[in-house]
């Protein structure tokens, strides 16, 4: 289980160590994300990798693999539980340390000092990939009219009036 490790962290030892960790973790226990859902239900598998960049930054690398967020459908507005998969790809800064001279390949983490809960860096990582506008995947909208036929035969081929304007050739 995550829980063990959701203390305070030495980076530098773990980045040192290249350690690795993974573990399940409750979405309840990330209150971040959780203020962009519509219940705490749902949980992440989370898989970290700590080392050292060949310029020698801290770095951590992994997947963050969640399932079950609950979010409101923007089309239907009901319920739509939705899985999210993220990639971490972080490198360590400290609140002096210049963004620009880094490669580019890593986002930024900016910490204030040599430890920090790693609860923190899964809530910020999943936060930053929600959807920002979530959809069930073949989510259908019951208009009182009933056309949504209609709204599927012009969404197929969004071109196709404008065709008919074009002159021909
Ligand atoms: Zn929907």
Known sequence: MFDVHLSLVDLRRLCDAQQEMQGHISLAKLPGSCSYMQSDAGAAWVWLKFQRSHDSHLVITG???????????QR?????????????NLIVLGPQQQIDQLSVEY????ISGKRMKLIELIDHELMLNLPIIAVHPNCEIQTKYGDRKQQIDSNANPFGRLAQLLPKN
């Open 63 to 73: 997947q963050i693999n969640a399932d079950g967020l609950q979010m409101v459908c």
């Open 76 to 88: 239907c507005l009901n319920l739509v539980t939705l899985p999210l998969k993220t990639t971490v």
């Open 107 to 110: 986002d930024p983490w900016v």
